[in-house]
């Protein structure tokens, strides 16, 4: 094998295990937070990023008829940080 064949495949094997490494990229970013207080963000940021966060959330807020999400959170993308009572409010609407 000539030196550059050698490299080609290593090229190959790295690209092709990149890839198989990154199965969420197709989900969008992941979440802004590291720590989370609640199952339910948890759980959808694990699964599908800060989209399925979103998607989440926006759930949520139909079903306790909160209007604005902004009601919570002081700034939406990229951070998404909450206000000083975001969470209070948050357990108090039923969510966990
Ligand atoms: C009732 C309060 C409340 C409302 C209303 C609310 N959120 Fe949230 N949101 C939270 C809390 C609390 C967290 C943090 C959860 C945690 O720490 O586990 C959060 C986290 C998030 C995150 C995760 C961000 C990250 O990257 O870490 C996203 C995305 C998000 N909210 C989007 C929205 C959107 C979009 C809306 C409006 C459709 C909305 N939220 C309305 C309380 C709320």
């Known amino acids: 094998m000539t030196r550059l064949a050698v490299f080609g495949s290593i ?4 690209g092709a295990l990149t890839f198989a490494g ?3 990229s197709e989900a969008g970013d992941p ?3 590291k720590d989370f207080k609640t199952t339910l963000v948890k759980n959808a940021c694990q699964q599908g990023g800060q989209k399925a966060a979103k998607d989440a ?3 949520f807020m139909k079903d306790k008829k909160i209007k ?3 009601q919570c959170h002081t700034q ?5 940080e909450l206000k ?4 209070e409010q948050f ?5 966990s």
Do not use: E, Q
Request: net charge positive; with cysteine.
């Open 11 to 14: 090229v190959t094997i790295v």
């Open 22 to 24: 990154m199965p969420s």
């Open 31 to 33: 979440c802004a937070r």
């Open 57 to 59: 959330m926006k759930a």
């Open 68 to 70: 604005d999400c902004k």
């Open 76 to 80: 939406l993308a990229p951070t998404y």
């Open 84 to 87: 000083a009572d975001g969470f």
């Open 91 to 95: 357990k108090k609407a039923g969510g």
